[in-house]
């Protein structure tokens, strides 16, 4: 005669298995999600969103780019508005520098140069600049009243508010090629 219970704690054994594996790949699934919804980077850090503050944080018109080697960029004050400048050289990747006396970027390896709002001049570097993503928020509402565009470019501030300035070196726009 066949030993029932045998068959039974058989068969249990192989449902409990089952079933743990089942929860196993519950839980990696599970993990996975909730890893890639997690955002990578933490704001305030190089990939996340940086707050430069008011209008008070910006340089004038007419001084030098501030420069933010943290987050990476450079950021420019012109008539036309406001640019964040990705700190690295579109032609092989060298940090270039602000030369004060010349009145614009230049690079130390092979002598790229470039305008204050990022723009190409002359050297091997293929375009202009690369730049991150400006917002400009109402201080008071939060409200975007202004962004960088699509193609790049200076984001003009309003005059007659109190706003604060984002840049997200998450979002990086391509410099124009200039052949
Ligand atoms: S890396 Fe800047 S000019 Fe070559």
């Not at 420019?76 to 970027?105: D, I, M, P, R």
């Not at 991150?132 to 201080?139: M, S, T």
Request: hydrophobic share 40%.
């Amino acid at each position: 005669m066949p030993d029932e219970s045998v068959a039974i704690n058989r068969r249990e054994f192989l449902n409990l298995a089952w079933l743990a594996s089942l929860g196993f790949i519950f839980v990696d699934v599970a993990g996975m999600t909730v890893l890639f919804a997690m955002p990578r980077f933490k704001e305030g850090e190089f990939g996340g969103v940086f707050v430069v503050g008011s209008k008070d944080s910006l340089p004038d018109v007419d001084a030098p780019p501030a420069n933010y080697p943290k987050v990476k960029f450079w950021l420019s004050h012109t008539e036309e508005g406001v640019q964040a400048l990705y700190k690295v050289c579109t032609h092989l990747g060298c940090l270039y520098n602000w030369n004060n006396q010349e009145g614009k970027f230049i690079c130390p390896c092979h002598g790229s140069q470039f305008q204050k709002n990022g723009t190409y001049i002359q050297g091997p570097a293929p375009r202009s600049l690369d730049q991150f993503v400006i917002q400009i928020l109402d201080a008071e509402t939060g409200e975007v009243l202004a962004e960088t565009p699509p193609e790049g470019g200076p984001v003009p501030l309003p005059e007659d508010r109190e706003v604060v300035i984002k840049v997200n070196t998450g979002a990086r726009i391509i410099g124009q090629r200039h052949n």
